[in-house]
């Protein structure tokens, strides 16, 4: 029979399921919101391979960062809590810049960019593609379903959240570009990046500090940025409107 990684291929097919279905069922449910025009299936798949490249250059970055980030502390120190924020925004700055980098060149020419909700939708998908790519390479690599059920419930939610937020910014950017309001236009982009780091950074460092307080603080932040979201969601599909 053939194997991957020393999988079964039937396993191996479940593990592949486990780590792709729930990105796609988040991808679904903000489709089904963009009410007024749906965007055409050739962008979002280019969105979604978007995000699986800066998934990859994510970990590229990461790794220089990690180097530079060990040789900085094994000169000046830093305290447990110290490298888990540093690193966490690390994380936050890589991944949330390089999902950024493939989202623009992806969508911000496009004549299809034409209402504020595409923005999000944009954002999503591709911020989705980087995650589900990411999951497969965690459930291969640990062969474990409760890492995707806990990747399914968490991780993947959490990805599509700070997209969210990129997403209602990166359309303002764009309709500030339309209006010819350059300082308008940088400033939401700056907003869409930075906004979305705040919200990865905040998410992976109360996980790596590790303390009973962080962990309490983790699931709080979780509860209130899904209903912020799912609410957000909503309102921004209700009161969508032409960028143009």
Not at 33 to 47: A, Q, S, Y
Not at 172 to 189: D, F, L, P, S, T
Request: charged share 15%.
């Amino acid at each position: 029979m053939f194997v991957f990684p020393g999988i079964a291929l039937n396993r191996g097919l479940i593990y592949l399921a486990a780590a792709v279905v729930p990105a796609l069922v988040l991808m679904i449910y903000i489709y089904n919101h963009d009410k007024t025009e749906k965007e055409p299936g050739k962008l979002l798949l280019r969105c979604v391979a978007g995000g699986c490249l800066s998934a990859f250059a994510a970990m590229i970055l990461e790794t220089g960062a990690t180097w530079l980030m060990d040789w900085y502390f094994s000169r000046h120190g830093a305290t447990e809590v110290q490298y888990a924020v540093m690193t966490a925004i690390m994380v936050g700055l890589c991944e949330e810049g390089t999902k950024y980098f493939f989202l623009k060149r992806a969508t911000w020419k496009s004549p299809e960019f034409n209402y504020l909700f595409d923005g999000m939708v944009y954002a999503v998908f591709v911020s989705l593609g980087f995650a589900a790519l990411e999951n497969i390479l965690y459930v291969f690599s640990y062969g474990n379903l409760s890492v995707a059920l806990q990747r399914a419930v968490l991780t993947i939610p959490a990805h599509a959240s700070f997209a969210v937020y990129m997403g209602i910014f990166y359309a303002r950017a764009k309709n500030m570009e339309v209006i010819g309001n350059a300082y308008g236009a940088m400033m939401n982009q700056w907003l869409a990046y930075l906004c979305a780091v705040f919200l990865h950074a905040v998410y992976d460092g109360a996980i790596m500090i590790g303390s009973d307080a962080s962990m309490i603080f983790f699931y709080v932040f979780v509860i209130v940025l899904d209903i912020m979201v799912f609410r957000t969601i909503r309102h921004e599909s209700k009161t969508d409107r032409p960028i143009y």
